[in-house]
């Protein structure tokens, strides 16, 4: 095996080497059971395009894809295009250890094969080898680079020749370019003349060269990109970029995907199906029926973390199905893992309006100024969606904005947490617009959470005997005006008051809703749900919800 750190000694200018890890040039080997994704391994075989981009935001399984990608080395022949596609791939040997900076040493013998696929679910028309030993060239032809914070002009330019030095088998001789990592790697960004030796190393090569540059979007030097886009164009065809981040990155992308030469997996090809949820459950050692399964894999989006995160917490649970009703963006790894790689990497006026907006199950511009009463809400939510994938924006015009459900769960435990004068305040704002654009249904779903109840007509189009009709049909809003109009009254037989979050909930409690599916209704988190239905026990001196609903009765409460 290579070792983890590799320098050069000075050259004959004196510029010292930047160490490279060899780890950064290796696709990691992933922890855990791994499920074999046919279809996006077959999509990435299939592809021709000079550059694939593969973005999402934090969890979705990028890396994990591109590494068992890059593992297989079946990289397919294809014809070359006119800026860069992939043409015929030869078959490589065992790659031996790692010699200095950017060159490659000796051949030596193949390592033992790595297990294959620990989950059991590769592919029948070939395993992947997950583990097996590999240096600072890919498999046929293939470089990989982990890109890291920090990694400035220089020091991204010496990790990227050295990740191509090793795919193309560059021997870094004098007359090649194996060691440009060495000379002048701390004097700043390559000039034209180094561009155009890799360019011309690139077209000279035997073989097309598949460049896989991971977690790209820590880069932000405009001229990093200026230098891949140069590389596309001057490599005759012979490089392939296939980038995993979570943005949209550099300018070029906007023209390559005009000329039909960029393809593209975003989070809606990521999004796991309920077969390949399925699998990867049984690969944690979890069983779930079928329709529990598929209220996983909705509950989590098909996001990949997300059911990981899942399937360690039910293994082992004695009752599995029950569980999965409960799981949401509130249970402890989740909330952590949200926090850590998406809310605290955003400002505080895009925390501010993520966690106002939460009230709602999705939000336009002018919904979101009415929430947050900024005058940049527009902005912010077209930022959030096209830059940090936390919202996904759909085609009408205006476009409303949703965010990721497990996301909404923490964030209505942020608002939870807010003065409950402050979240009446949200609810009532909602109503407010929802009611004058013509959506009394929603308008009456805030106002008991809001503290009010509408009776008169919500608009001038919606006559009042249909807001009544839609009052009767939603159980938020189907109270006895006593019950919502003097919670703070405690009913006969009763010592302490329901309040009307708590009356609001108990008339869901009739219904077959699970506490997550009402805590969607309300937009309120599963946890606040949770914590009423115990106070309604208590108040009503009962242990389960159907005696509950039947003392509720007795009092005439509902």
Not at 199 to 219: C, E, I, K, N, Y
Request: hydrophobic share 40%; charged share 20%.
């Amino acid at each position: 095996m290579p070792s983890d750190q590799h320098s050069a000694p000075p050259d004959q200018h004196g510029a010292l080497s930047i160490p490279l890890l060899a780890s950064r040039l290796t696709p990691p080997v992933p922890r855990g059971p791994v499920l074999a994704r046919t279809r996006l391994l077959r999509r990435l075989d299939a592809d021709g395009a000079p550059v694939t981009l593969v973005s999402a935001p934090a969890g979705w399984g990028k890396t994990t894809l591109l590494a068992s990608w890059a593992r297989t080395g079946a990289v397919p022949a294809g014809p070359v295009g006119p800026v860069g596609s992939v043409g015929p791939v030869g078959s490589v040997g065992p790659v031996g250890s790692v010699g200095p900076v950017g060159s490659v040493g000796p051949v030596g013998p193949a390592g033992p094969a790595g297990p294959v696929d620990p989950a059991g679910l590769a592919d029948p028309a070939g395993p992947v080898d997950l583990a097996g030993p590999v240096g600072l060239a890919g498999p046929a032809g293939v470089g990989w680079l982990s890109v890291e914070v920090g990694d400035t002009g220089e020091r991204f330019w010496a990790y990227l020749i050295g990740a191509l030095t090793g795919a193309t088998g560059t021997d870094g001789g004098s007359d090649g370019v194996g060691g440009v990592a060495g000379r002048g790697a701390l004097v700043g960004l390559p000039g034209p003349a180094r561009l155009e030796a890799l360019a011309g190393m690139l077209a000279a090569a035997d073989r097309p060269t598949v460049l896989v540059l991971d977690d790209l979007h820590r880069v932000t030097e405009p001229a990093v990109f200026a230098g891949l886009e140069f590389l596309l164009r001057h490599a005759e065809g012979r490089l392939r970029l296939v980038v995993g981040a979570r943005t949209g990155l550099f300018p070029a992308l906007h023209r390559l995907r005009l000329t039909g030469e960029l393809n593209e997996i975003g989070p809606a090809q990521l999004a796991f199906t309920d077969d390949e949820a399925a699998d990867l459950l049984v690969a944690h050692g979890v069983r779930l029926s079928a329709e529990m399964v598929c209220r996983l894999r909705e509950r989590t989006g098909g996001w990949a973390a997300g059911l990981r995160f899942a399937a360690r917490a039910v293994r082992g649970h004695p009752d599995p199905g029950h569980w999965v009703t409960r799981f949401g963006g509130d249970h402890p790894d989740v909330a952590g893992y949200l926090r850590a790689e998406v809310l605290d990497g955003l400002g505080p006026g895009e925390l501010d309006l993520l966690r106002r907006c939460a009230v709602t199950t999705a939000v336009r511009a002018d919904l979101a100024a009415a929430l947050t009463g900024r005058t940049d809400a527009e902005q912010l939510l077209a930022t959030l969606a096209r830059d940090g994938g936390v919202l996904h924006q759909d085609d009408s015009d205006p476009p409303w904005y949703r965010c990721h459900p497990l996301l909404t769960d923490l964030l209505r435990t942020e608002v939870d947490r807010l003065p409950e004068e402050e979240v009446r305040d949200l609810h009532r704002r909602a109503a407010d617009w929802y009611a004058g654009h013509g959506w009394p249904a929603e308008a009456l779903r805030h106002e008991p959470l809001a503290g009010t109840v509408r009776v008169e007509p919500v608009t001038g189009s919606v006559p009042a005997a249909s807001a009544n009709a839609a009052a009767s049909a939603n159980p938020a809003a189907s109270a006895n005006p006593a019950a919502s109009t003097n919670a703070a009254e405690p009913a006969a037989g009763l010592v302490e008051a329901l309040t009307e979050r708590e009356l609001t909930i108990l008339r869901y409690l009739q219904s077959i809703l699970s506490n997550v599916e009402i805590a969607g209704e309300l937009s309120v988190s599963v946890n606040t749900v949770k914590t009423h239905v115990r106070n309604i026990y208590r108040k009503l001196d009962a242990t389960r919800r159907r005696e509950a609903v039947r003392r509720a009765r007795e009092l005439r409460l509902i």
